[in-house]
């Protein structure tokens, strides 16, 4: 059964676990290895969910998303002088 997951930032379309996985890594900069190391899940498991062969579940998504994104607010809020 194939999960489709609802993604706000593409203007509400459907997308699957597989799709929002490539774009969370390429939105990353990363290739999969560095990918793979900076959320700390075996390279091959990551390949699996990239080529279907196993279907990632969703709150690991939703836990990376959530990982890149506070980190991206952590890097804009590391500029901010007031103490």
């Given at each position: 059964?194939?999960?489709?997951?609802?993604?706000?930032?593409?203007?509400?379309?459907?997308?699957?676990?597989?799709?929002?996985?490539?774009?969370?890594?390429?939105?990353?900069g990363m290739n999969?290895?560095?990918?793979?190391?900076?959320?700390?899940?075996?390279?091959?498991?990551?390949?699996?969910?990239?080529?279907?062969?196993?279907?990632?579940?969703?709150?690991?998504l939703r836990l990376?998303?959530?990982?890149?994104?506070?980190?991206?607010?952590?890097?804009?809020?590391?500029?901010?002088?007031?103490?």
């Amino acid at each position: 059964m194939r999960c489709l997951v609802y993604n706000s930032q593409h203007g509400g379309m459907l997308m699957g676990k597989r799709e929002e996985l490539i774009e969370l890594k390429n939105k990353s900069g990363m290739n999969w290895k560095q990918f793979s190391e900076y959320y700390e899940i075996p390279y091959r498991t990551i390949q699996d969910w990239e080529h279907g062969k196993r279907e990632m579940p969703n709150y690991v998504l939703r836990l990376m998303q959530y990982k890149m994104k506070m980190e991206e607010l952590l890097k804009m809020g590391g500029n901010d002088d007031r103490k």
